[in-house]
């Protein structure tokens, strides 16, 4: 079965330190990747998504990832963190070409940035 | 609506009480998807429409576990005989179709809690 892993659970930073969050899947075929970011006490939202292209994709707030294709990896990266980045940060993979889009999401990583 | 709806925000059920959790996609979404999410975890997928078709319900943990959207748009999933092992937050997400390359955007949960 297809699996996403997130190395770190929690991850605390002070402000202005670089970011790094690491995603790794399981699944040998073409798959769509995502990063969510789900603050405190709101919804899920969708950070970055990378479907096809330039494997560096940028996306809202300064965060940006790479797909690294033979290391099955999407790792999150922001090279300057501030304390409104604190939230839990969710990888997922759907998978190209079957099931309407669902997503499989890793485990999860809390942010916790200290100003 | 300006983004997914979930009623209600909270629900506390006592063991075998039967419950019925409500989306509302954003107006002229094809796609629906349920995810159930324990605390620590990501979501996990439970079910998928496209329209009112039920495409997937493979994640349905039993068969006390329903889902439906008779009319394409508003869903309601549903736990019978309710049990302390499905306490979690029910989330929902719609998307404007049923494909892999397409965001999904989520509503805030129900936090569902047998007691």
């Known amino acids: 079965a297809q699996s996403v892993s997130q190395h770190n659970h929690h991850v605390i930073l002070s402000e202005a330190a670089s970011l790094e969050l690491g995603c790794n899947y399981s699944y040998g075929g073409t798959v769509n990747l995502f990063w969510y970011v789900q603050y405190p006490g709101q919804h899920l939202q969708l950070l970055l998504k990378y479907f096809s292209g330039d494997p560096l994709v940028k996306g809202i707030k300064g965060f940006e990832a790479e797909f690294i294709k033979s290391k099955f990896s999407f790792n999150l990266r922001k090279p300057s963190v501030q304390w409104s980045d604190t939230a839990e940060y969710f990888c997922?993979?759907?998978?190209?070409?079957?099931?309407?889009?669902?997503?499989?999401f890793g485990q999860g990583t809390e942010l916790s940035v200290k100003p | 609506g300006a983004g997914v709806s979930q009623s209600p925000r909270y629900k506390v059920a006592k063991r075998g009480q039967d419950v019925a959790l409500r989306c509302d996609p954003i107006?002229?979404?094809?796609?629906l998807f349920w995810y159930q999410q324990a605390l620590g975890q990501g979501p996990e997928f439970l079910t998928y429409f496209q329209n009112e078709a039920q495409l997937d319900k493979s994640g349905l943990p039993s068969d006390r576990f329903f889902a439906e959207r008779p009319e394409g748009s508003v869903s309601t999933l549903k736990i019978q005989r309710t049990q302390q092992e499905d306490s979690a937050v029910y989330l929902c997400?719609?998307?404007?179709?049923?494909?892999?390359?397409?965001?999904?955007?989520f509503g805030q949960g129900t936090r569902l809690t047998v007691v």
């Open positions: 997400a719609s998307s404007t179709r049923g494909q892999g390359n397409t965001e999904a955007f």
């Open positions: 997922a993979v759907s998978l190209i070409y079957n099931q309407g889009g669902k997503l499989i």
């Open positions: 107006s002229g979404h094809v796609s």
